[in-house]
């Protein structure tokens, strides 16, 4: 099974499109975009499956604190 974690970010609108924000586009209107935070692959099994966790997606990245959706 795999969990992903999305978190909102900022950005800006190009072509009808939210981008990741540039010195080029910095000027353009503001908005909101869907952006991967990171992935945790586990192997389950049938029947019930528990994962402790405590915020880290890796061992040198923890999801910084806000709004995150898995």
Do not use: W, Y
């Amino acid at each position: 099974m795999t969990f992903s974690f999305t978190q909102r970010v900022s950005g800006r609108r190009i072509g009808g499109k939210c981008v990741a924000q540039t010195e080029k586009n910095r000027d353009k209107s503001a908005c909101l975009r869907t952006v991967t935070a990171g992935l945790l692959t586990f192997t389950g099994h049938s029947g019930t499956n528990k994962v402790a966790f405590e915020g880290r997606i890796s061992t040198a990245k923890k999801l910084r604190p806000g709004a995150t959706r898995l």
